[in-house]
């Protein structure tokens, strides 16, 4: 027996080595050989693990390209039947010659960043099965004419790929089993060829344009398991008559289907997943679907629904997900859903039931999540009372219920031992933060935000050692901040980290409860950014140094409350933090110079506080607006010799002391001694004035007078008649460059909004100080701003230069920046239409390239970003600030090794090597342009982590093929779905992170002007 084993073991050991053997040995097909070499010449990138044939290797590994990566062979022929590279970072075009693989079966290039049509030779192999080319940039029609006979599985999501499916595909590929054409712009209707296709087991024509009714015959394919046509055009669900679908999961959600739900789940009787939200229906639930056994999750979010919810739930067993948050369901909620015992997931949010829930809700023992916000619920003891008694709830969600109430007090004896996110905002809840909720010790966000509660903030929020967001704002607690909050180890050192993530229901919050307000919507709780905000209470005391320990904190509001004392410098070892609003507090003393090294700040403002001496200069402190430090007797770096620049506001509450009072009798004394000093000098200057040289008091006179009517160099004057305006002119414009006139703040200095003496309004940047960096700023501007003249820019209209302060004049732009409508402007975004943006974008790229190209000498911009892009009085755009700019000889492609730029807008080359280019420029547009489409501002931080920059999020959304989700809702919508889908192709090629892969302004200019993308 010992002996047989021996031998079957040899057998197969002989076996293998032959079948390596023969691998070894195999060398490719000529014509394949060719074939490949054709498709890697057409790529822009190497492939890693192939080798070229002229390489330094033997002829032998060189030519057997059958050992190549992604390449298999027929062990007998030797022909190529496989190539497989997926996600190998490839770009270029598709090689037409790739055709003369004519024995493959697998061609796998899915998760790359080819681009261009693809050629026809593609559409007729005889022996290809599996086809996948998704998430690639091609674009293009389909052809007509198909020929794929032994096609299987054919995978084109996530492409450009525009007009009708081919019905070809279908006619000669019968026996298809799946068919992926999602996330394209394919319109039409679903031909009825696909209906010939009877081995059809999974297709997903999700995120297209297509339209019509969706088809009876696809749900009579007898092997279709799963279908999915969300987010497209659907108008309508046609019958399926009395014949039963093996369908099970069923996707229509984000479509325009309208009327009632049909009545036709009887005949899915194996559908476990059914997904309806946003669509148009009404009335209530249809019976059948109530019925259906089998199914375990059912979305029906953010439709029309009306009436009371009626479940038969006795029959619902296996339901887990219920969503049917954001309809008009009314009534109460039903007893018997409890009978539904396997549910782990509940979101009736945003619907107008009332009463209390029913006391069965105890019986859910697998229920995890349950958001019931947003409606008209009342009693919350009793409704907490009952909750506890669900062993597995970790996320509550009440918001905007249970108005008035109070929150139940220690003698309630609540225990909520698994909860992971307790959110119970904006219901004006009185009462205190109860002792009972200490025992959530696995508390990672607790929102108890805009209600009444009162006293001081409990010491054991502290000791939750997993909690990250803490929302107390606008309330009424009063007190220091516990000191402990400083310790909590998820925002010190400790990754945030879910043992499960909450299911895909949206937490809903108000920032606050104008009307303006607008709901923010984080899809999990990983979603929610590390946040503690306490703003708008009375908390005292001063801010611990201790603060600067939580190094993953993104967020600390602590605005509009007592707080005294000064800002830690410690502050900057919060190195993660993005918003730190300080505003409308009793802070004493300066702003730290190490703040500056909070290099992801985009949001900071120190507004309406006692603060004095200067403003930090460098980093983000660059960007941020006069409104971060109004209210203060600040003083930034170009006002050091004039007035502070942000005096303390008048309307300021009172803070009579009795240091107030010192001060005053201070004051006073100083006053006394400044005018006993000050005649002093009278009398002196008239005694030494007696001695003074007739020509030098001349000379004197003389510097006075140039003081006072220093000309300003003007490149074209309005009239010719008109007089030369003088400095006192521009002091006279400005106020003597009052602070009302501020319009906007560049690099380097502030602009300020002004009159001339013609008439003309102009906007003027005045620039100061010494340094040699402000000197290159002012000349660089005088001598490049002065010779670029084109429609798109602003243009300069003069200069003066007198000691330390210069002055550039610039046009003056009615609309002020595309910043300000997208960022800043309360209702700015919904101003702003799809056409106005597209129009800004294109008028934005012809400046660039005017400057890239055409101005003689060629210029960088190297701070293209939405604040240095202004609007006139028609929303036409110009190109502002060339202060970064650098002359640029005829033919040189690269500019000075003295960078710089603004913090979300740089390239990543700049952060490698020291040299700016063309395509850094383009890079930063590219930015500009996600700003235009999705609203938010390139470092808008509050995402989960790995996403806290614009870029990333969407690029995030993109390879999960959820573009659509990330655009801004103001004027995202069907009809401009297609362009924008577009503009964010072409946003994408400016930002790839290899400088050479970008294109060039001209092309920029062709593609937003003319559509010719890939052309």
Known sequence: MVVLWKIWVL???????????ISQNLTCNSNDLRALEGFKNELDSAIDGWWPTNSSSSASTSFNCCNWVGIKCNS??????????????????????????????????SGNFLSGPLPLSLFHFAHLEVLDLSSNDFNGAFPDSINLPALQELDFSGNGFHGSIPAGIFVK??????????????????????????????????SNLLSGAIPEFLFHLPRLGALDLQDNSFTSITGIGNSSSHVTRL??????LSGNLPDFFHNFPNLTHFSAQSNRFSGGIPSSLSNSPAISFLNLRNNSFNGPIEFNCSMMTNLTSLDLGTNNFSGSIPDDLSSCRNLRAINLARNRFRGEIPETFKNFRSLSYLSLSNCSFSNLSTTLNILQHCPNLTVLVLTMNFRGEQLPADDDKLSFRALKALVIANCGLSGRIPTWLKDSTQLQLLDLSWNNLVGSIPSYLGDFQSLFYLDLSNNSFSGVIPKNLTQLPCLSFREV?????SPDFPFFRRPNISNRAVALQYNQIMSFPPLLDLSNNHLTGSIWPEFGNLKRLIVLDLKHNNISGGIPSSLSGMTSIEILDLSYNNLTGW???????????????????DLTGLIPKGGQFTTFTNSSFEGNKLCDYTCQNSNELFPQSQNRKSRKSKGAIAGMAIGIGIGTLFILLLMFLIVLRATTRQEVDPEKEDETDSNKEEHESRLVVLFQKSNENNKDLSLNDLLKSTNSFDQANIIGCGGFGLVFKATLPDGRKVAIKRLSGDTGQVDREFQAEVETLSRAQHPNLVLLQGYCQHKNDKFL???????????????????????????????IAQGAIKGLAYLHQSCDPHILHRDIKSSNILLDENFEAHLADFGLARLILPYDTHVTTDLVGTLGYIPPEYGQASVASYKGDV????????????????????????SRDLISFVMQMKREKRENEVFDSFVFDKDNAKGMLWVLEIACVCLNENPKLRPSTQELVCWLHHGCLGT
């Open 11 to 21: 057998v197969i050991l002989l076996g293998v080595s032959r079948v390596l053997v």
């Open 76 to 109: 007998d022929s030797g022909r190529i039947v496989t190539l497989e590279l997926p996600k190998k970072r490839l770009t270029g075009a598709f090689s037409d010659l790739i055709s003369n693989l004519d024995q493959l079966r697998t061609l796998n290039l």
């Open 251 to 256: 996707d229509v959600s984000s479509n325009q």
């Open 497 to 501: 980290s879910l043992e499960e993530g």
């Open 923 to 946: 890079y930063s547009f590219g930015v500009v342009l996600l700003e235009l489409l999705t609203g938010k501002r390139p470092m808008d931080m509050c995402k989960p982590k790995g």
């Open 591 to 609: 702003i730290p110079p190490s703040l500056v090294n909070l290099t992801f700040l985009s949001k900071f403002s120190v507004a309406y506080n």
């Open 809 to 839: 004049i610039y046009s003056f732009m009615e609309n002020g920046s595309l910043d300000y409508w997208l960022h800043e402007k309360p209702d700015g975004r919904s101003k702003v239409n799809w056409g106005t943006r597209l129009r």
């Open 173 to 206: 590929s019968t026996g298809l089993r799946v068919l992926k054409l999602a996330v394209n712009s394919l319109n039409g209707s679903i031909p009825p060829e696909l209906g010939d296709c009877k081995f059809l087991e999974h297709i997903c024509v999700a």
